[in-house]
């Protein structure tokens, strides 16, 4: 197991609304060097050639740089991993306000961009970080930090006491994103019933990537903007819309070549971020691409990028949760590897998009009387989900954590399994003579497993909301359609579930918490209670 591990781990430390780190004022940087050893090479006494932006310790380590003061030397506490709706700064975060706010800092950032956007960018950045980013991670948030920094020293003119804004392309990008950022992190419950669709900021986001379709060589930072909006159609129950942005997407990923690479060539060769970064991209769209197939009304069409081969690595950065606290989490693996190995929430997200997808293909193949002999054909993707599923759960106490990868996980028993039921839809009751085929009984069997595990995880999850408050920022999209496909397939385990009908409660209880969170998850709900009313009338 060892041979496949090459990492590190890193105190993740978000960006704070009012204080993203800077790299100290311009005028240090105009002659390639900072005005002072680095805060990482000072605190750890090593020798500092104080490069600029990164010097050449922290190259070579792949770690964020600061030129900061002395007395603003960053805490390694990371945050809880369940923030508030809105951020709060924590005590890390007041120590390193006071960059923002001197005087030589606001010589040259006049933030000009929270003005042009009409929010307070760096709060939305702060909240992406610590909630989307955790389950989400295409980006890099050192280097995403340190981008937008330079674009605020680069873009801001200071002429006669005149400031004005400059923009270019990769600036509009950079707004891009932080515009789907601020989409991404505000809840269904603080967007109300409007359709998303007529939202002002989403559809100033559709007109700025519009521009960038039929670009022959995107940069990396339009391709990552498309991606978000996606996953903020897809939250929102516009899963049709989602695809064919996604589409768009993976169009523009393919002109750029974006790949996730492969473990025995790339482990070999010298760290390369922008390989990082599109590793990262491909899986992201990959991830969601699943995610949009569990709807029903997708299922018949093609996935977008075909399932990794054995070797592609999956995504090199993560976070994983230690003690109840957010790090940042580098790790080498291939797909292949062993799915006991400890990973962060995006790469187990990788390796439950990947079974989805393989559960997704072998349903087109039982839709085309291609699928072999029966479930005994996929008895080593059965093993590998569940697996896969204990390994989530012994990893962390925190389910919600992983809720994501687990919702895939559980779906693909669904997708698996519901072929092979005696019925499709809602029963009425049978005869008590009739017998299942051993295919039909391991059905059953596999489709009660998913069902319980879903059960328990909602009273898992509904006790923590009354206990401890659990915010819901951090809660990730797919959960609630494994949710609803429990609820769908209760009657298959009424009679072997105790207390069957206050797991159903519970199930509906935690999609009306997951719905304050993500509208798509509310839709599901009045679904299932729509679909549950007309069961009931067609058996009386």
Not at 8 to 21: I, K, L
Not at 139 to 147: G, H, K, N
Not at 399 to 425: G, K
Not at 437 to 461: H, M, Q, R
Request: charged share 20%; aromatic share 8%; hydrophobic share 40%.
């Amino acid at each position: 197991m060892c041979r496949y591990i090459r990492s590190t781990t890193r105190a993740f430390t978000p960006a704070s609304p009012t204080s993203m780190p800077a790299r100290n004022s311009p005028a240090g940087a105009n002659d390639g060097s900072g005005p002072r050893a680095c805060d990482r090479c000072t605190r750890s006494k090593r020798g500092c050639d104080k490069a600029w932006p990164r010097c050449g310790r922290c190259q070579r380590l792949n770690s964020p740089c600061l030129y900061e003061p002395r007395s603003n030397s960053p805490s390694t506490t990371a945050p809880s991993d369940s923030p508030h709706l809105i951020a709060t700064p924590s005590s890390s975060e007041s120590r390193t306000a006071d960059t923002w706010t001197s005087p030589e800092h606001q010589d040259h950032d006049p933030d000009l961009l929270s003005a042009k956007l009409k929010f307070d960018w760096r709060q939305t950045v702060s909240l992406f970080f610590q909630t989307v980013h955790p389950w989400f991670s295409i980006l890099r948030q050192d280097s995403f930090e340190e981008a937008v920094l330079r674009l605020q020293y680069a873009g801001v003119r200071v002429d006669s006491g005149h400031v004005e804004a400059s923009s270019s392309p990769q600036g509009d990008a950079y707004e891009l994103l932080i515009i789907c950022m601020h989409l991404l992190t505000t809840t269904a419950q603080a967007r109300g019933d409007g359709d998303i669709i007529l939202d002002p900021l989403y559809q100033n986001a559709k007109q700025r990537f519009a521009s960038v379709s039929y670009l022959s060589d995107p940069a990396l930072e339009w391709i990552q903007a498309g991606l978000l909006m996606s996953l903020f159609e897809f939250g929102n129950g516009k899963t049709k819309l989602a695809y064919r942005s996604l589409s768009e997407t993976a169009t523009l990923a393919l002109l750029a070549g974006i790949s996730p690479g492969q473990y025995h060539k790339d482990l070999r060769s010298e760290f390369d971020e922008d390989s990082e970064s599109r590793r990262a991209l491909w899986w992201g769209i990959f991830i969601l691409d699943q995610f949009s197939h569990l709807d029903p009304a997708l299922r018949g069409l093609p996935s977008l990028f075909n399932s990794p081969d054995e070797d592609a690595l999956l995504p090199t950065a993560s976070v994983i949760v230690d003690s109840d606290r957010l790090q940042s989490f580098v790790i080498n693996l291939p797909v292949s590897a062993p799915v006991s190995i400890a990973l962060g929430g995006f790469q187990r997200a990788a390796q439950a998009a990947a079974v989805l997808y393989q559960a997704h293909e072998w349903e087109r193949k039982v839709r085309q009387g291609d699928a072999g002999q029966g479930v005994s054909d996929f008895e080593e993707l059965d093993g590998r989900i569940r697996a896969l599923l204990d390994s989530m759960l012994n990893q962390c106490h925190r389910w919600e954590i992983f809720c994501d990868a687990l919702a895939m996980c559980i779906s693909s028993l669904f997708v698996l399994y519901t072929p092979y039921l005696p019925r499709q839809s809602r029963p009425v009751p049978q005869a008590k003579d009739a017998t299942p085929s051993c295919d039909e009984a391991k059905a059953i069997a596999a489709v009660g497993f998913a069902v319980k595990f879903v059960g328990d995880l909602a009273v898992n999850f509904n006790s923590q909301i009354s206990q401890t408050a659990l915010r819901l920022a951090n809660l990730a999209p797919p959960a609630p359609f494994a949710c609803f496909l429990a609820v769908e397939h209760m009657h298959l385990v009424q009679g072997d579930m105790p207390d069957s009908c206050g797991r159903r409660s519970e199930i509906f209880e935690t999609l009306r918490t997951f719905g304050k969170r993500w509208k798509v998850a509310a839709d599901l709900l009045d679904l299932a209670l729509e679909r549950g009313k007309s069961a009931a009338v067609s058996v009386q």
